[in-house]
């Protein structure tokens, strides 16, 4: 069984189309994250939910707009693509929140190519 | 200056070697330190936290110094399969939950 499943794993996609991507945890955790991984292997966050609620929010374009329908699900929608977006997008979750929630799970990752 | 700075080697050393990666972290502030291990293409994992005191866990050691604000991590008696990506990971005390990552020192062990 799947810890954190992502889908899809692969998206090839022309420069000004809109995209999501799926992440589902079967954990039980209360938090789930978004990272980007660029081609320099930088792995940086980009949104947190904690139950649903926003509570990191790094400095993204808000092209980018991730949606918690429940605490298992976190999406990530991107409008009007550009090439810079091309990296690996990477989910996780944790325990909760909380500075102690170091061990995070990710998914599996997702390659986005942006042509 | 990123926050977390690794060498990205490549580190190439045969079986059976002893090899230490250092990573400094620049924000004093920071409370909490792991190593994370990335396969090829693959996500990352938690490997390792790391303490003041040390912290061993069978061929590897990772240790703390606040003072000069590194960490390591010492791998014994290499293996084909250590090879991997190893991520220093930093938690700074005012953000819960985020972690901070350098940019992944790169091992290849060869027979």
């Known amino acids: 069984d799947t810890a954190v499943s992502q889908t899809p794993k692969y998206l090839v996609t022309q420069m000004g189309n809109d995209k999501s991507i799926k992440c589902e945890q079967n954990?039980?955790?209360?938090?789930m994250y978004w990272y980007k991984q660029d081609s320099k292997k930088f792995l940086k966050i980009m949104f947190s939910?904690?139950?649903?609620?926003?509570?990191i929010n790094e400095t993204v374009p808000n092209r980018f707009s991730p949606k918690s329908p429940d605490k298992a699900h976190l999406n990530l929608h991107i409008n009007s693509l550009e090439l810079g977006d091309s990296a690996v997008y990477f989910c996780?979750?944790?325990?909760?929140?909380?500075?102690?929630?170091?061990?995070?799970?990710f998914g599996p990752g997702t390659r986005l190519t942006v042509t | 200056r990123k926050e977390v700075e690794q060498d990205p080697g490549p580190f190439n050393v045969p079986e059976g070697a002893t090899v230490a990666f250092n990573c400094t972290y620049s924000?004093?502030?920071?409370?909490?330190f792991f190593w994370y291990r990335q396969d090829c293409r693959k996500e990352p994992k938690l490997l390792m936290s790391?303490?003041?005191s040390g912290n061993e866990d069978g061929r590897f050691t990772a240790q703390l110094n606040r003072a000069s604000q590194y960490i390591s991590l010492l791998i014994r008696d290499s293996k084909l399969s250590d090879s991997a990506t190893y991520l220093c990971v930093v938690i700074r005390a005012s953000n819960t939950g985020k972690l901070i990552f350098g940019q992944g020192t790169t091992l290849q062990v060869k027979p």
């Open positions: 939910y904690n139950n649903k609620e926003l509570i």
């Open positions: 924000n004093s502030a920071s409370q909490s």
């Open positions: 996780a979750s944790s325990q909760d929140g909380t500075v102690s929630s170091y061990e995070q799970y």
């Open positions: 954990l039980g955790h209360d938090t």
């Open positions: 790391v303490y003041s």
